[in-house]
């Protein structure tokens, strides 16, 4: 199994509500990351995780809060977003680091009222 | 100046033509990534490399360290080729990415 996985496909929220993004992936990748990708633009990193933990941070508003359950698990969870943060959200994994090849998933496409 | 510039930043050809795309990028490198991007897609991993060169298929892949240069060709380009393909870069602990080639290929 080659392939990383992403729920919803689709996510419209208001301004206060709190939903979560989930990915997985099954290929024992032990670095997971997040990233949101605006449309034209290339992906930008959100954070990383490294063997469950949080390794990266880039500098992400609080409203974002990244989740490691276990090794396959990556979730995002969203509270009191803001329109400017409609966005494709990707999750990727890798097998240990950042220069191992990444399997991205297909993304979530959230749009916020 | 981006870390990793691409050109063309858009590209148009006929189904069949020979398809190049560049990359250059000024920083030091673990490896170099080519990915390629549907529209409203995800995106796939197509290579990743960091010297000499690398073939799936139709693709190919090279780079030049020294020049600190990487190229994507595509030959015998189809329609299902038309894609935005991004290079990107690892660097230290993130992956740099550039703004992205447009490609369309017309029957």
């Known amino acids: 199994d080659t392939e990383v996985t992403q729920t919803p496909k689709h996510l419209v929220m208001g301004m206060t509500n709190k939903k979560s993004l989930k990915c997985e992936q099954h290929?024992?990748?032990?670095?997971m990351y997040w990233y949101k990708q605006k449309a034209k633009k290339p992906p930008e990193l959100m954070f990383v995780?490294?063997?469950?933990?949080?390794?990266i941070n880039e500098s992400v508003p609080s409203r974002f809060s990244p989740e490691c359950p276990n090794s396959s698990l990556l979730n995002l969870h969203l509270h009191a977003l803001q329109p400017e943060d409609s966005a494709l959200y990707l999750c990727?994994?890798?097998?240990?680091?950042?220069?191992?090849?990444?399997?991205f998933g297909p993304g979530t496409r959230l749009t916020v009222l | 100046k981006n870390e990793v510039e691409q050109s063309p930043q858009n590209l148009t050809a006929q189904e069949g033509e020979f398809i190049t795309i560049n990359c250059s990028y000024s920083?030091?490198?673990?490896?170099l990534h080519w990915l390629q991007q549907h529209p409203g897609g995800g995106i796939v991993s197509l290579f990743m490399l960091s010297s000499g060169k690398k073939k799936h298929g139709r693709l190919i892949a090279t780079i030049n360290i020294q020049e600190k240069h990487s190229s994507l060709h595509i030959t015998a380009s189809h329609p299902r080729d038309s894609a935005v393909y991004i290079c990107a870069v690892s660097n230290t602990d993130k992956l740099i990415f550039g703004t992205g080639t447009r490609l369309q290929v017309f029957p």
């Open positions: 990727a994994s890798s097998q240990i680091r950042i220069d191992y090849e990444q399997f």
């Open positions: 290929m024992g990748h032990r670095a």
């Open positions: 920083v030091g490198i673990s490896a």
């Open positions: 995780y490294s063997y469950e933990k949080l390794s």
